[in-house]
């Protein structure tokens, strides 16, 4: 079993699900977050004052997967969440982590069951 952990624009979070759920991943939790990497943040005005906006807004999904199911899971992230057929910087991060364990609380299933 593994985790994965995407890191993407908020635009491409609809794109995304499509994909994952031509993939028949349907189990996904999404979160907001904010963070900073190569893009280094924006400028933007607000009633006539500049400042710099360091902490760009992201989508956050989690998407626990059995082993079988890691490969499609980053193939339907990658093609949905580029930008064009190169990328662009900003376009986010997967990270797939080992997941020791998991427990359905209704049921008490464990494992790949649960998932």
């Known amino acids: 079993m593994k985790l994965v952990i995407a890191i993407i624009q908020p635009h491409k979070l609809e794109e ?3 994909e994952l759920t031509k ?3 349907y189990r996904l939790t999404v979160s907001d977050v904010q963070g900073y990497g190569q893009q280094k943040g ?5 009633r006539g004052h500049e400042y710099q906006v360091n902490l760009l807004r992201k ?5 626990a997967v059995n082993d ?4 499609p899971t980053v193939d339907a992230i990658l093609k949905a969440a580029k930008t064009g057929s190169e990328g662009k910087i900003g376009d986010g991060k997967i990270f797939v982590m080992p997941l020791e364990e998991v427990i359905r609380i209704r049921s008490g299933e464990r494992g790949s069951k649960a998932i």
């Open 16 to 18: 995304v699900k499509n």
């Open 23 to 25: 993939n028949e991943i």
């Open 68 to 71: 079988e199911f890691v490969k």
């Open 59 to 63: 989508v956050r999904l989690e998407i």
């Open 42 to 46: 924006k400028t933007e005005v607000f």
